[in-house]
């Protein structure tokens, strides 16, 4: 006889391996959008499943539910995420982690233009999407605009802040 354990696993930093933002602006009706894609190389310690629960765990925790509305930080100010950009950087700072890249001119020039940037934060490890590496268009809109990145994704506006 089997049985399945119906604990969770405690949430450990070192499963989330590398985790990755990248900034890149996308044409809306209104004008460019800034947009930021978090996700994990699925490179930790137990590879990419392992990364996948404990992104979903960091997400969990910190009150970002996968699969949910659109989560609007401007209403909600309590947010424990928040966005910095500052010196051409874009800085998500988050419970356990912050993230940070340096996005292109056309993406500070819409977060500028709105005022937020609107953050996807993916369970779907991309092992692909490698730092310094570059990436063709198209196959960042193949994973980024996948139904399995999207549905395993908590879909946040990010307010944008400075120190200034």
Not at 76 to 105: K, Y
Not at 136 to 156: D, K, S, W, Y
């Amino acid at each position: 006889m089997t049985s399945t354990s119906s604990e969770t696993r405690p949430f450990r930093i070192a499963d989330l391996g590398t985790l990755v933002v990248m900034a890149w602006s996308g044409e809306a009706p209104d004008g460019d959008m800034p947009y930021l894609l978090a996700y994990s190389l699925g490179d930790g310690e137990g590879g990419p499943e392992a990364a996948s629960v404990a992104v979903e765990q960091l997400l969990a925790n910190t009150g970002l539910p996968i699969g949910g509305d659109i989560i609007d930080g401007s209403t909600r100010p309590s947010l424990p995420v928040s966005l910095l950009v500052e010196s051409g950087s874009a800085i998500v700072n988050m419970p356990q982690l912050n993230a940070q890249c340096v996005p292109p001119a056309e993406w500070l020039t819409a977060v500028a233009e709105r005022g937020f940037a609107y953050l996807v934060f993916t369970a779907r490890p991309w092992p692909e999407g490698r730092p310094g590496m570059p990436i063709a268009p198209e196959t960042l809109a193949a994973f980024a605009g996948a139904e399995e990145t999207l549905t395993a994704a908590t879909h946040v506006i990010l307010p944008a802040r400075s120190l200034r």
